[in-house]
């Protein structure tokens, strides 16, 4: 399979070598697809990156139902590039109104691999999401009878909340009770973002997980102001100051069986972003492989790398891990500034950089 039409743009010299290094092919456990032309502009570089792909639920309106989960299914394999095994795994995306009958239908039909929570406008389309998670119980108790993996938006919705807290307040105020409530509980905090998170996770090991985004390793807080307002580096949670990103790197790449990929790759059209009111997250997927594995390089850890990669987010869920391998070389790449859609384009996070990494040969 090649990739490199979509990657390429620094030209290989030829006969030159550079160092490689090849691991297990790797899963994103948290990514954005949408739908209609902005899933088929942006779902080839996660696929070529990533052979399965937890999807997130939040379309408009969200993917609620089994039906409408097997139809976004059908859409998204549809929509994959020729020759492309990418496996997208679906995700329910939890009301108030949602009953235990049809998360445990929809999980025994192998459609749900899992399902969201997002308290009531927490992020991008989040408006439908759960207004008092302990009603939420009887869903989350069939989830633990079952096996079912949850997965959490973790923070507060209390618009007085400092915005920089919001992550804090919700482990302490939310996720701490739900992880006393739920003792077998299989819970994954999405997009880690602050070093109490990690801790937290650390705390339950085995029980509860953390995804961390590459866009949250190579950016903090300032980031965000830098030279001016970045809206292409806003998204939510927001990036914290940088002693929380050095945890998030050290959780990485401790080879903790407890973090994993979620890239949260999130795109918005660009008058979106760059708008009166800029919406919420960062279009990572495709410089994502590249980031994480730079920083594993930068931390002097590359050979922990496939376990974050490709291990330890497959055993979380209980899945097999894939048999195929991924090159990646330490060659430099440049990936465009931003990808159509339409007659509109969404801006790559670390689009028209050079960077240090390259993908390389993929074998299924
Ligand atoms: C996500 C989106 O745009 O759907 N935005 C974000 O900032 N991460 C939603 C989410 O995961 O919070
Ligand atoms: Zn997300």
Not at 177 to 198: S, Y
Not at 204 to 210: I, L, N, Q, V
Request: aromatic share 6%; charged share 25%.
């Amino acid at each position: 399979m090649t990739i490199s039409s979509l990657f390429d743009a620094v030209p290989r010299k030829d006969g030159e070598a550079c160092a490689t290094l090849t691991i297990r092919r790797p899963d994103d456990w948290h990514v954005h697809l949408r739908d209609g032309a902005m899933l088929k502009a942006v779902l080839p570089f996660t696929a070529a990156q990533f052979r399965r792909g937890i999807v997130m639920p939040n379309l408009v309106p969200p993917i609620t139902g089994v039906e409408a989960a097997e139809a976004y299914r059908a859409r998204i394999l549809a929509a994959r590039p020729d020759g492309s095994d990418f496996t997208p795994l679906m995700t329910c995306y939890l009301t108030d109104a949602t009953r235990p009958e049809e998360i445990e239908r929809g999980f025994r039909m192998g459609v749900w691999a899992a399902a969201k929570l997002y308290p009531a406008g927490a992020t991008t389309n989040a408006h439908h999401g759960v207004t008092d998670i302990a009603k939420l119980a009887p869903v989350l108790e069939r989830m633990e009878r079952i096996g079912m993996p949850l997965l959490v938006h973790g923070e507060a919705t209390d618009p007085a909340v400092d915005i920089f807290d919001r992550e804090a307040v919700f482990m302490e105020q939310e996720m701490l009770p739900l992880l006393k409530r739920h003792q077998g509980l299989k819970t994954v905090i999405e997009h880690v973002t602050t070093a109490e998170t990690v801790a937290l996770v650390r705390a339950h090991a085995g029980r509860a997980a953390g995804t961390i985004t590459p866009h949250h390793l190579v950016i903090n807080r300032t980031s965000l102001f830098q030279g001016g307002l970045r809206p292409h580096l806003y998204c939510l949670p927001v990036a914290k100051r940088e002693r929380h990103r050095q945890a998030l790197r050290q959780a990485a790449i401790s080879g903790d069986g407890n973090f994993f990929i979620g890239t949260d790759t999130a795109p918005h059209l660009r008058g979106t972003k760059q708008a009166e009111c800029c919406s919420a997250g960062v279009f990572a997927g495709a410089t994502a492989l590249q980031t994480y594995v730079q920083v594993f390089e930068e931390e002097g850890a590359l050979d922990r790398f496939e376990a974050f990669a490709a291990v330890n987010g497959a055993r979380f869920y209980g899945l097999p891990l894939n048999e195929g391998t991924i090159t990646l070389e330490k060659r430099p790449c440049r990936i465009a500034a931003a990808v159509a859609v339409g007659a509109e384009d969404v801006v790559v996070f670390r689009g028209g950089e050079e960077l240090p990494w390259s993908l390389g040969e993929v074998r299924p």
